[in-house]
């Protein structure tokens, strides 16, 4: 079946390539109104084709913006949740192991201070000074 069709393609598309050529040949007797014939029926041929290929290329364009409007949206939206996610364990991390060592770390520096204050005034009163 597809090689009748494209067999009958082949041959309509030599008919109409041929067709200015055979007018020209066969048509009227003088040969400027048989070469004016020839060129509009050649520039008409183009101007049929040219835009039966604009409308495909149309239509292939508007079919591939709808695609990515398909296929990109949801992709936005799956980045959007995990980053929302990323954004949670971050903030879940933070609350529940570093402001933790945070604290402990402040409550450690405190006692050092605190006990190297200590550790001062003790040598200080031991006599040491006048």
């Given at each position: 079946?597809k090689?009748?069709?494209?067999?009958?393609?082949?041959?309509?598309?030599?008919?109409?390539?041929?067709?200015?050529?055979?007018?020209?040949?066969?048509?009227?007797?003088?040969?400027i109104?048989?070469?004016?014939?020839?060129?509009?029926?050649y520039?008409?041929?183009?101007?049929?084709v040219?835009?039966?290929?604009?409308?495909?290329v149309?239509?292939?364009?508007?079919?591939?913006?709808?695609?990515?409007?398909?296929?990109?949206?949801?992709?936005?939206?799956?980045a959007?949740?995990?980053?929302q996610?990323?954004?949670?364990?971050?903030?879940?991390?933070?609350?529940?192991?570093?402001?933790?060592?945070?604290?402990?770390?402040?409550?450690?520096?405190?006692?050092?201070a605190?006990?190297?204050t200590?550790?001062r005034?003790?040598?200080?009163?031991?006599?040491?000074?006048?």
């Amino acid at each position: 079946m597809k090689i009748v069709f494209f067999v009958l393609a082949a041959v309509l598309v030599g008919l109409a390539a041929l067709a200015p050529i055979l007018i020209a040949i066969f048509g009227p007797n003088e040969w400027i109104p048989r070469m004016q014939a020839m060129a509009v029926a050649y520039a008409s041929a183009f101007a049929c084709v040219g835009a039966i290929l604009f409308i495909v290329v149309t239509g292939l364009l508007a079919l591939i913006a709808f695609q990515l409007k398909n296929n990109v949206v949801p992709l936005l939206e799956k980045a959007t949740d995990t980053m929302q996610t990323v954004k949670g364990t971050t903030q879940f991390v933070s609350e529940s192991v570093v402001q933790p060592i945070i604290k402990t770390a402040g409550a450690v520096a405190g006692a050092r201070a605190m006990v190297q204050t200590l550790v001062r005034r003790n040598n200080g009163s031991n006599g040491s000074a006048p």
